[in-house]
């Protein structure tokens, strides 16, 4: 899935000619005009966008329609163009789905809709006048818009919320359009109206028996996932053994493509799902090809994303991003997904929420104790601990989600200039359950884990639909509970595709140990790179307490390790950003060696 890289001029003003300036920058860039029109002008390269009614704008990117089968759109009626139009893009996102774009231009206005769950970028900012809108900085920059310094607050709030977005980025001056919202430019002022919110379908609690929605999930799983790759003749999959990646294999299996699967092994025992996955290739009849990651692989200093806005990349991924690449070169499918998401998707919860949710919504009774004998065989808990952790979280908090923080080395200057930090899906509307709001909060968390940077090789997770995202979200949270199992309705709906280890399993691997060694063996390039660093010289951090976590030979405490090698994580874009030239966001990273199928081990579903 090749998305389009694009470049928006949004002028109803344009007090300095502007515009006049873009069109031979962009020539250097191959991005050639693809839209022209009232205070808009729109450069992209990809397939040829969708023009709507009276040339009032266009759709850029891929885009498919919510009924039938799902097909790829490349024209609308008359009457829907007009819609659409009219509904500055809103009509899209009740009718369809996709990585799109919606511009449109109506004379004293120029705006772009962003739908939820896109991977297709949207960053802006305003410059000599006009606001420049594009898929990444490389662009803002050849423009002009300088790109090099970093917003220090939003670094400290990034820091302090683990990653949760706001409209604005680690960018100065650089914006970002959020999942489901609409940006406005008009000869006064830009602003950002919603056009989606999740509530509007946690509200809407979907009725039906277990065994009626989880069929339900499943045609539409194989719908949206045959969708997005029905075009295609070859796609590579991450198949780590897991439940969410394992429902992805099986539904590429049944849709046509040629399909080949990788697993990367960790080393330890929390990280070897190696029997899962063999169980699911030879279940489904697919080739799997085993890579174990070496730590010499990765470079803690370097930044795999130096043309993203936000230092979301995580050093130990390096080594499975190059697997992917290595097999993509391997097979020539140059696309590659992962069952990224599904966890939240799905609704893997182990909380009291759902307990909570059956409470309010239908009192107590023999369905209460059913949940509650659930989660309570799910977390360990006992039956009478399940029961009062649900009627604390029902009647003794508020119902919104609390986004957790995390302090551990800021310093008392990083903790202030973070400030307080909220998002618009965390505000939960009056009639909203607990387990709705952990469920949508849980989704938030997602755009972290899925952005990346364009390449060569197309990487995404295609169960991140918005047609499964509004489904799922509308299933009461119970729902998602059966026989101390959490995302039981999607186990149910993949039950008999999926080997039974699989389908119920209730462990699985992580890659704990690979991170603890990665981080024992980089100590001391550690210490180097964080103290004294940028975001120590900018006063962030707490510099005693990291050398103290960082001596020689003291065992760290606790999961203190994960966290300074996400520091050092946020430290690595920030060199990159301030002192490298930026990258295209489509190059590829750098390979240590020459990528052959010779790189790979043998396959051993073949043997």
Not at 150 to 156: H, K, T
Not at 214 to 231: D, F, G, M, N
Not at 498 to 522: C, H, M, S, Y
Request: charged share 20%; net charge neutral; aromatic share 6%.
């Amino acid at each position: 899935m090749r998305l389009p890289r694009y470049l928006a001029v949004a002028a109803p003003r344009d007090p300095f000619g502007f515009r006049r300036c873009v069109a031979p920058i962009m020539a250097e860039t191959g991005l050639p005009r693809v839209f022209s029109g009232p205070g808009l002008d729109i450069y992209g390269d990809g397939p040829a966008p969708v023009l709507l009614a009276g040339n009032s704008g266009i759709v850029l990117g891929p885009i498919f329609r919510k009924d039938g089968a799902m097909d790829g759109v490349t024209v609308f009626e008359d009457d829907q163009l007009r819609r659409i139009a009219g509904s500055r893009g809103k009509q899209l996102i009740e009718h369809c789905w996709g990585d799109y774009l919606a511009f449109i231009a109506d004379g004293g206005a120029a705006s772009v809709m962003r739908p939820p769950l896109s991977y297709l970028g949207c960053l802006h900012a305003g410059h000599r006048g006009v606001t420049l809108i594009a898929s990444d900085l490389e662009l803002l920059a050849r423009c002009g818009v300088p790109v090099e310094e970093p917003d220090w607050s939003e670094i400290a709030s990034h820091l302090r919320t683990d990653g949760l977005r706001g409209p604005a980025t680690c960018v100065q001056g650089v914006g970002e359009l959020l999942w489901g919202n609409r940006l406005v430019v008009t000869k006064d002022e830009t602003h950002i109206e919603p056009c989606w919110l999740p509530w509007d379908f946690a509200l809407a609690a979907r009725s039906g028996s277990s065994a009626d929605l989880a069929r339900e999930l499943r045609e539409l799983t194989l719908a949206c996932v045959k969708a997005q790759v029905r075009h295609l003749v070859a796609v590579d999959a991450m198949l780590s053994g897991g439940l969410d990646s394992s429902i992805l294999t099986a539904c590429l299996a049944g849709s046509g493509v040629q399909l080949t699967c990788l697993n990367i092994t960790y080393g330890d025992a929390n990280g070897d799902e190696r029997l899962y996955a063999r169980a699911v290739a030879a279940h489904l009849g697919v080739p799997l090809f085993e890579i174990e990651p070496r730590i010499a692989e990765v470079d803690l200093a370097r930044c795999a994303t130096p043309g993203l806005a936000r230092p979301i990349a995580r050093a130990f991924l390096q080594t499975s991003r190059l697997a992917k690449h290595r097999l993509a070169a391997a097979t020539g499918a140059a696309n590659v997904v992962d069952g990224g998401g599904g966890d939240s998707l799905f609704a893997s919860m182990q909380s009291a929420a759902p307990i909570a949710d059956r409470l309010l919504r239908e009192g107590p009774g023999r369905g209460l104790l059913k949940t509650a004998a659930d989660v309570a065989r799910l977390t360990g808990a006992s039956l009478p601990q399940a029961v009062t952790a649900g009627l604390r979280r029902a009647y003794l908090r508020r119902r919104a989600h609390r986004w957790p923080v995390d302090e551990r080395f800021l310093s008392r200057e990083g903790i202030a200039i973070a400030g307080k930090r909220s998002h618009p899906w965390l505000k939960a509307p009056r009639g909203a359950l607990p387990g709705s709001a952990t469920h949508i909060a849980n989704m938030i968390v997602v755009e972290n884990l899925i952005e990346i940077a364009n390449s060569p090789v197309a990487e995404w997770s295609p169960l991140m639909a918005q047609p499964l995202l509004e489904f799922c979200l509308s299933v009461p949270s119970w729902l998602w509970f059966e026989n101390g199992h959490n995302r039981a309705l999607a186990r149910r709906a993949f039950e008999d595709l999926l080997p039974p280890q699989i389908a119920w399993r209730r462990g699985k691997g992580t890659p704990d140990g690979f991170v603890a060694a990665l981080f024992e063996t980089n100590r001391d390039r550690l210490s180097d790179l964080l103290i004294g660093g940028m975001i120590d010289r900018a006063g962030l951090l707490d510099s005693d307490a990291m050398r103290a976590a960082l001596a020689p030979d003291l065992p760290i405490k606790g999961y203190d390790y994960t966290r300074l090698l996400r520091i050092a994580d946020v430290e690595a874009w920030l060199r990159a950003l301030k002192h490298q030239v930026l990258a295209p966001s489509h190059a590829p990273p750098p390979a240590p060696t020459a990528v052959t199928s010779a790189a790979l081990p043998p396959d051993p579903s073949a043997a």
